[in-house]
């Protein structure tokens, strides 16, 4: 499974629906395994200031179960309309990540996703997931979920 996530029915969230992963393989594709040079130039998706809070995050969400961060880091395909809204990286488990994922279907969740496993994800003309430079979060995670249920995608 390309998503080991709640997005996808794997790690139980509360409020979010299991997805079938061939609904969402059209879209997007996985490729063959990233190799270690392509996982260390992908982890650029994340930067180190970014995966500092992203882990601080974590430890806070583990100690606050009412915590409700404003995303960090926003990544997406350009080619295939999905994004990923991260709050936190799990901090006993630094390959997962929480936040609002979007595979462009019309039905974001929240939830877990892998962050070694979208180094392999492309779109249909083949382009990796990038990082969107230029954002900024402007609300908490529960608004941004709230508005892309309304809408069927994340609108930032």
Not at 17 to 41: D, H, N, Y
Request: hydrophobic share 45%; charged share 20%.
């Amino acid at each position: 499974m390309l998503f080991p996530s709640s997005c996808h029915g794997v790690l139980a969230v509360k409020g979010c629906a299991p997805m079938a992963l061939a609904s969402w393989r059209p879209s997007l594709t996985q490729i063959r395994p990233a190799t270690f040079q392509e996982f260390t130039m992908n982890n650029a998706l994340i930067t180190d200031e970014q995966r500092i809070v992203l882990l601080a995050k974590g430890r806070e969400s583990l100690e606050n179960p009412d915590f409700d961060p404003a995303p960090v880091v926003k990544l997406f395909t350009p080619d295939a309309g999905a994004t990923w809204l991260l709050t936190e990286i799990d901090p006993d488990d630094h390959d997962h990540a929480f936040g609002l994922c979007d595979l462009g279907l019309g039905a974001p969740e929240i939830g877990w996703v892998s962050l070694g496993e979208l180094t392999t994800v492309r779109g249909g003309l083949g382009l990796p997931i990038e990082r969107d430079l230029s954002f900024r979060a402007e609300k908490r995670l529960s608004a941004y979920a709230r508005d892309a249920r309304l809408v069927g995608r994340i609108a930032v």
